[in-house]
């Protein structure tokens, strides 16, 4: 599993995120706790002077917060005007391998006019971000069952690597799920039905995931997000990788991953196309060795 855990704690609480992070540490490995507020960009290891309401909330929250993660947890604080930003700063000076945080919990015009924490860590972050739905505190599980979402893109390629290993670590089923659709423009009245074609794109898509061996395929016709959305019910983890659209894409489009952090109904572990190579390196190499060994 990951070896360097940056958890982002907010005023919520960070119920959610660090008992995902739990779920998915290494023994023995480093869970850092993180909060960012509003000011200037200073990093603190250690509560600084109280000398604001801000930093007296933020000591508070952490405090709470070490007390749920255990004494073996380390504080980062950080002010910055984007929580993102600095959970990404932090992040790069713990030299994390992987972010957590929890879900949004605003709604449609909150995320509009407030911003969207959860967003903001998904874009542009150095590490993997994994996002733990509301609640997850409440019901916490062992990672049983993993699914990877999945179109043949070399991300996805990527998130199948990362989501094997990951499998074999705990000892979880792997599963990878595509969603296909067809634009209206592609259908040629006259050559094949609707339903024809619908039923060609669901049988190649099962057939790539089949292709990869050791994972169980599933594919179905339908709004990718909405159908891995279904699909998460019956997860433990879902892995995907995120091409991104660019800063203006995201805005008026959104991706795929920012869309599923705020409906996936079980962790979302996101493999940022900023993160390096290096950020899941050791998850990965870790299970070759293990297969070299057998």
């Given amino acids: 599993m990951f070896r360097n855990v940056v958890v982002g704690v907010d005023r ?20 850092t706790l993180a909060h960012v507020f509003p000011g200037t960009a200073q990093i603190w290891q250690r509560p600084p002077s109280l000398e604001s309401p801000e930093r007296r909330e933020a000591a508070d929250m952490l405090e709470k917060a070490l007390e749920e993660a255990g004494s073996d947890a380390r504080i980062r604080w950080r002010e910055d005007g984007s929580a993102g930003r600095g959970l990404h700063e932090l992040c790069e000076i713990a030299e994390a391998d992987l972010l957590v945080v929890g879900s949004s919990r605003r709604g449609l015009w909150g995320r509009v006019l407030l911003g969207d924490d959860t967003h903001a860590a998904l874009n542009g972050a150095p590490c993997p971000v994994a996002v733990a739905p509301i609640g997850y505190a409440e019901q916490p599980v062992a990672i049983r069952e993993i699914g990877v979402a999945y179109n043949g893109s070399p991300e996805s390629d990527h998130a199948i690597t990362v989501a094997r290993a990951l499998a074999e670590e705990c000892g979880a089923k792997l599963s990878a ?14 050559r094949m039905s609707v339903a024809e074609a619908f039923d060609g794109l669901v049988r190649n898509a099962r057939a ?33 990788g995120s091409r991104g659209y660019g800063p203006l894409g995201r805005l008026v489009h959104g991706s795929t ?35 070299e060994q057998t």
Avoid at 258 to 284: D, I, K
Wanted: glycine share 8%; aromatic share 2%.
């Fill in 12 to 31: 919520h609480g960070g119920h959610d995120p660090i008992t995902l992070a739990k779920r998915l540490l290494a023994q023995g490995s480093a869970l």
């Fill in 177 to 190: 799920f595509e969603a296909v659709s067809l634009p209206a423009l592609g259908i040629v009245p006259g």
């Fill in 208 to 240: 790539r995931i089949e292709a990869l061996g050791d994972v169980e395929p599933h594919a179905v016709y339908g709004n990718p997000v909405e159908e891995l959305a279904v699909y998460s019910a019956s997860l433990d983890l879902l892995v995907v």
């Fill in 257 to 291: 991953s920012q869309q599923l952090a705020r409906v996936a109904r079980c962790p979302l572990l996101v493999l940022t196309r900023t993160a390096p190579a290096s950020a899941t390196g050791e998850v990965v190499a870790a299970h070759e060795e293990r297969r």
